[in-house]
């Protein structure tokens, strides 16, 4: 099993990395947040990544995470009944692992529905089965972090409300403003979210 590649990046999508290792090409699909960081690291030098290999009848795949953490609560959704690998990804892709965690060990159902592609149900199982199961990686966390991206996030979804917008469209542009500018201030990030909103 392949749980850490150190390689050459050739070619970078949002939906995955083609990572030349020693002559060979290996295709990882990673989530959002590892492309961004890959994406700020575009000199040509060689990345790590750690790695999961996913073993299906049919198929073997890679999935890469900038962060050992990352790796360790993909590990962590995909033993969630319901949740494959892809769907995984895309949870990553959601929001930053900082404010996964901090929301799952929350049981913060609310915000965690506000991830394209996941209801309240799948909301409640991941509170339900993964609860426990992240405190500890919650707990390394600082408490600043914990609370104030999600807090300040928060409080860009109500800034959206009272400007007219209905509760979930103002929370989903905000997640997709905040993957885009996962360091913005707040005023930068209520600006894409608005532009997100005024093509909508």
Known sequence: MIGWLRGTPRRLTPDGLLLEVGGVGYLLHVPLTTFYELRKRSDGGPVELFVHTHVREDALELYGFWTERERTLFEKLIGVSGIGPRLARVILSGMPPEDLLAAIAGGDVARLSTIPGIGRKTADRM??????????????????????????????????????????????????????????AFHEVLKASLRRLSRA
């Open 127 to 184: 509170v339900l089965e993964l609860r426990d199961k992240v405190q500890a990686l919650a707990a390394e966390l600082p408490e600043e972090a914990r609370t104030a991206a999600s807090t300040e996030d928060r409080d860009l979804a109500r800034a959206l409300v009272n400007l007219g917008y209905r509760e979930r469209q103002a929370e989903q542009a905000v997640a997709e403003a905040r993957r885009e500018l996962p360091e913005g």
